[in-house]
């Protein structure tokens, strides 16, 4: 059983940027895939990056939402069990809910039906 716990998140005016984290505890962190998700009120949880698991060939391969490509970085430190979610640009559309999730795929998962770990999410809202 993985737990996740994701510090951080917060206000930040357009344009400005913010780096969530997220904390994984209870199982091997570098035999799970992990991603970034957000949700805005009234709206379907959104897939935004993936990266893989790395105890396999493809070591680090990272994957990117058309909607944060060139504006977000996600990366992982095996070290201390944490994924990252750097964003810049921020825009006020990019306010939601933002959670990490892991799962135990070889691939990059991209639908939330395949991630069996979640956070419970934290707050990022975009000031205009």
């Known amino acids: 059983q993985v737990q996740l716990v994701e510090p951080g998140g917060g206000l930040v005016e357009t344009g400005g940027s913010l780096r969530l984290s997220c904390v994984a505890s209870?199982?091997?962190?570098?035999?799970?895939?992990m991603g970034w998700f957000r949700q805005a009120p009234g709206k379907e949880r959104e897939f935004l990056t993936t990266?893989?698991?790395?105890?396999?060939?493809?070591?680090?391969?990272?994957y990117y939402a058309t909607s944060v490509k060139g504006r977000c970085t996600i990366s992982r430190d095996n070290a201390k069990n944490t994924v990252y979610l750097q964003m810049n640009s921020l825009k006020p559309e990019d306010t939601a809910v933002y959670y990490c999730?892991?799962?135990?795929?070889?691939?990059?998962?991209?639908?939330?039906?395949?991630?069996?770990?979640w956070g419970q999410g934290t707050q990022v809202t975009v000031s205009s």
């Open positions: 999730a892991a799962a135990s795929r070889w691939s990059l998962p991209r639908t939330p039906g395949e991630y069996a770990y």
């Open positions: 990266i893989s698991r790395t105890d396999i060939p493809s070591y680090g391969m990272t």
């Open positions: 209870g199982g091997t962190f570098s035999n799970y895939a």
